[in-house]
T-cell receptor
Framework: DTAVSQTPKYLVTQMGNDKSIKCEQN?????MYWYKQDSKKFLKIMFS???????INETVPNRFSPKSPDKAHLNLHINSLELGDSAVYFC??????????FGQGTRLTVV | AQTVTQSQPEMSVQEAETVTLSCTYD???????LFWYKQPPSRQMILVIR??????QNATENRFSVNFQKAAKSFSLKISDSQLGDAAMYFC??????????FGAGTRLTVKP
């Protein structure tokens, strides 16, 4: 039973399309994150939600919109995909007393 | 926002030897957590070790230990008796009391047989 589950694992799409990546956790953690890992392996925080409330929005283009329907889910919707959006996107969760637990990542390729 | 700096993009170690990976951070907070994560080619993010800032004692997990210098804002990772399976990207991470979590740029560790 996977603690943090991301779908899909791989996503190949054309420029201009809209796509979503889903994240679900069964750990009961209050905080969920989205990170972007570029080709140089740099992990950059995009968003952070605490109890369904957005607490960090880190200079991400408006084309990226997170949605948290409940505490166990944090989805990432991307509009009008661009070549530069190609990266690995990680969902993660944590609580005050724990480390962050990561999903397996979604490799997004925009062609 | 807090920043985390890993000054060694790449490091190499001979199998069975010891290697130390450096990490410094910038913060004005007194209460925070520090972590080292390992990312093998499978891209899975694996926790190596964690340190609470209020604890003076350095954390240890088997062959992995840290040197936490709070005043210097330094958090280095020592890997003893290096094994081929230790080869990976290693990320230092800082998490503030409000759960804002930032990563360093990573250090690629190569283990030579």
């Amino acid at each position: 039973d996977t603690a943090v589950s991301q779908t899909p694992k791989y996503l190949v799409t054309q420029m201009g399309n809209d796509k979503s990546i889903k994240c679900e956790q069964n750990l009961g953690h209050d905080t969920m994150y989205w990170y972007k890992q570029d080709s140089k392996k740099f992990l950059k925080i995009m968003f952070s939600y605490n109890n369904k409330e957005l607490i960090i929005n880190e200079t991400v283009p408006n084309r990226f919109s997170p949605k948290s329907p409940d505490k166990a889910h944090l989805n990432l919707h991307i509009n009008s995909l661009e070549l530069g959006d190609s990266a690995v996107y990680f969902c993660a969760t944590s609580s005050i007393e724990t480390e962050a637990f990561f999903g397996q990542g979604t490799r997004l390729t925009v062609v | 926002a807090q920043t985390v700096t890993q000054s060694q993009p790449e490091m190499s170690v001979q199998e069975a030897e010891t290697v130390t990976l450096s990490c410094t951070y910038d913060t004005s907070e007194s209460d925070y957590y520090l972590f080292w994560y390992k990312q093998p080619p499978s891209r899975q993010m694996i926790l190596v070790i964690r340190q609470e800032a209020y604890k003076q004692q350095n954390a240890t997990e088997n062959r992995f230990s840290v040197n936490f210098q709070k005043a210097a804002k330094s958090f280095s990772l020592k890997i003893s008796d290096s094994q081929l399976g230790d080869a990976a990207m290693y990320f230092c991470a800082y998490r503030s009391a409000n759960n804002d979590m930032r990563f360093g740029a990573g250090t690629r560790l190569t283990v030579k047989p």
